[in-house]
């Protein structure tokens, strides 16, 4: 290495834009900081078969303003000495899936490894330069024309080096209008996970090793990974806007391996037909360094395959289901817990898990009745079908049921169900009868836990839900409290002893029992009961000493149109959401989800 300061004036840096492209790095004024390889020659020219980085090594260099900055200070040598600089950004770390694998000793341009972490908002969007070879003070570009050159001043090209890959979602509507979703998840699986970045005399080169890893990496909603843009609704005016969303992953250039393949879960809810859609697809292609792939996903009608699912969660009003091609699916319904308030979180009975199987036609209309089960214990009913809790002192409601409906059952069942239930009234129209009841099939909901007069009770639990038949409600391990809900009839609603009957009602079709008041301004602190097919009925006051919990509402799947069905009760084991997990009932808020199994 030349002694340093021959020439008394010092290397500064200067940065291009980089290659302009949709992309985290449009300019250099989007960079923070670099690591500079620099090698210094005493004969002029760079040797990479000897040459090593002894002028800088993995030096870092910030942006400080508009100038990039470095500690120590390094000055040009004298003539004959040249250097030749080679940097990257970002500066590798162990955060960002950058390493350097060459050491400040070894012969030859720099080489690193290259894994991008699974977490999309860790990734970056590494750039390289151009090497700048056998550079002088006079000519700090190493061009060999030194006329047009500043001082000092070595000019860097910055250049995209990964592969950046990004994703959409597309939907045609009843009116043909294609329009952009929102994007809750993306997951790519079996990609290649790291590779290798070697500087070369014309600029940079990759190459997979033996070996290399083979990555799923996940872009969700949740963890904001995406880039969300305002779209107006089919058919809506002024404000009334939903969001499509762009995701974008930075990876290793490579060919796709065989195998790879990309699930996404896109809403299309306010678009008329679908509310959550998850499908996959096999992934393919060739991924270069500094290119954009762009996958867009359109949906309708033929998009359906088997394999393919939709999610319903709550939201406080019904939901349409359009059948997008006929065939065999399963719908499956995770019961809601019954409600919690306070220090009650966990004491609402757990919901149960009802599936079966069922031969659909295209254009056919389900609407999906999804419960609430999270609300105040004020003295209030839950949507669809939960019963109103004492209105005071850590008692909770019940659950709402989770049901869907035909719309147009007639043509399933032979009798005419005029569809009259309202968002605001979703029980006309229920009769707990199969052969009137628009419900095809219906997931109880718990019952809500009661709780003393002051204070928190810790053994006055809801029922769970059903299963065939809600469960009765328990005191200190007894039952005690309302009555699970059957397939004929609603549970029976405690009366307790203490005159707690104005309002107090039992649990009917579609809905759980709610507690009753001594007078209109005398609530109790007991736990209103399940929805269900049948609902369970609610607690009771005892001489204001306890209340009790409300019973689990039953659940129910019409025999006539299903097969293979299951029915699991709050209390039993069963398969999670997750589908992967299982669990003793289901804790929190429940779910429908229909898949696909089947096409003729």
């Known amino acids: 290495m030349p002694a340093p300061g021959g020439s008394g004036v010092p290397i500064s840096f200067t940065g291009g834009k ?32 000897t040459s090593t980085p002894d002028f800088m090594y993995n030096k870092e260099v910030k942006k400080l303003g508009n100038a990039w900055t470095y500690y120590p200070v390094m000055f040009w040598p004298s003539e004959p000495y040249t250097v030749s600089f080679f940097a990257i950004s970002p500066i590798p ?41 056998n ?10 024309n030194s006329t047009n050159d500043t001082d000092g001043t070595v000019p860097l090209n910055f250049k995209h080096a990964m592969a950046k890959v990004n994703f959409k979602a597309r939907y045609t509507t009843e009116s043909g209008k294609d329009v ?61 806007l939903i969001s499509s969303t762009t995701g974008t992953l930075c990876l290793v250039p490579q060919t796709v391996p065989a195998g790879a393949t990309i699930h996404i879960k896109t809403t299309t809810e306010g678009l008329g037909d679908l ?65 919690r308030t306070g220090k009650t979180e966990y004491l609402g009975g757990k919901g149960g898990y009802t599936a079966g199987e069922i031969e659909l036609t295209a254009r056919d ?65 229920l009769t707990g009868n199969e052969d009137t009841d628009p419900r095809i099939i219906v997931g109880g909901g718990g019952g809500g836990n009661g709780s003393n007069d002051n204070s928190f009770h810790s053994f006055s639990y809801g029922g769970y839900a059903g299963g065939l038949e809600g469960v009765k409600a328990t ?17 029976l609603s405690d ?45 009771s006051w005892y001489a204001k000493t306890r209340g009790s919990g409300g019973g689990g509402g039953s659940s129910h799947i019409n025999s006539k149109l299903f097969t293979n069905p299951v029915y699991k009760a709050g209390n039993e084991e069963f398969l999670a959401p997750d589908g992967v997990t299982t669990e003793i009932g289901h804790s929190g808020a429940g779910m429908v989800r229909i898949t696909l199994l089947e096409i003729p």
Not at 19 to 48: K, P
Request: glycine content about 16%; overall charge negative; proline content about 4%.
């Open 275 to 339: 509310s959550v859609l998850l499908f996959s697809a096999p992934l393919t292609g060739t991924w270069n360094a500094g290119e954009t792939y762009s996958y867009s996903f359109k949906i309708n009608n033929k998009s359906a395959k088997p394999g393919s699912k939709w999610e319903f969660t709550y939201s406080g009003a019904s939901k349409r289901f359009i059948v997008p091609v006929s065939g065999k699916y399963k719908i499956e319904i995770w019961g809601n817990q019954g409600g």
């Open 93 to 133: 770390s162990s955060a960002n899936g950058i390493s350097v694998l060459t050491s400040a000793t070894d012969a030859g341009y720099p080489v690193f490894e290259v894994a991008p972490p699974v977490k999309a908002s860790q990734q970056v969007d590494l750039c390289v330069t151009s090497p700048v070879l």
């Open 135 to 144: 550079a002088t003070y006079a000519d700090p570009d190493g061009d060999g």
């Open 365 to 429: 209309i389900l609407k999906i009745y999804v419960g609430q089960w999270d609300y105040s214990h004020n003295y209030v009913e839950g949507w669809n079908g939960g019963g109103k809790a004492g209105g005071y002192n850590y008692c909770s409601p019940g659950a709402g049921s989770i049901d869907v409906r035909f719309v147009n059952i007639e043509n399933k069942l032979g009798f005419n169900v005029v569809d009259i239930a309202t968002d605001e009234n979703p029980f006309l129209g």
């Open 18 to 49: 980089s290659t302009t492209r949709v992309s985290q790095i449009t300019t250099t004024d989007n960079m923070d900081n670099m690591a500079m390889f620099a090698f210094s020659a005493s004969d002029g020219h760079l040797n990479e078969a």
């Open 495 to 539: 009366r307790g002893n203490y005159g707690y009957t104005i309002d107090l009602t039992d649990g009917s079709a579609g809905r759980g029992g709610n507690t009753g008041k001594k007078s209109n301004n005398d609530g109790s602190s007991s736990g209103g009961g399940g929805g269900g097919w049948f609902g369970g009925g609610c607690g």
């Open 180 to 240: 952009d979703l929102r994007m809750d998840m993306i997951e790519m699986k079996g990609v290649t996970g790291n590779g290798r970045l070697k500087f070369t005399q014309d600029g940079y080169q990759w190459t997979i090793p033996a070996g290399s890893s083979i990555a799923d990496y996940k872009l969700e909603s949740s963890n904001d990974d995406f880039v969300n843009t305002p779209i107006l609704k089919e058919g809506a005016e002024g404000d009334d």
């Open 475 to 491: 005191y200190n391990g007894a039952e005690d409290g309302g009555s699970g809900g059957t397939q004929t009839a609603g549970g």
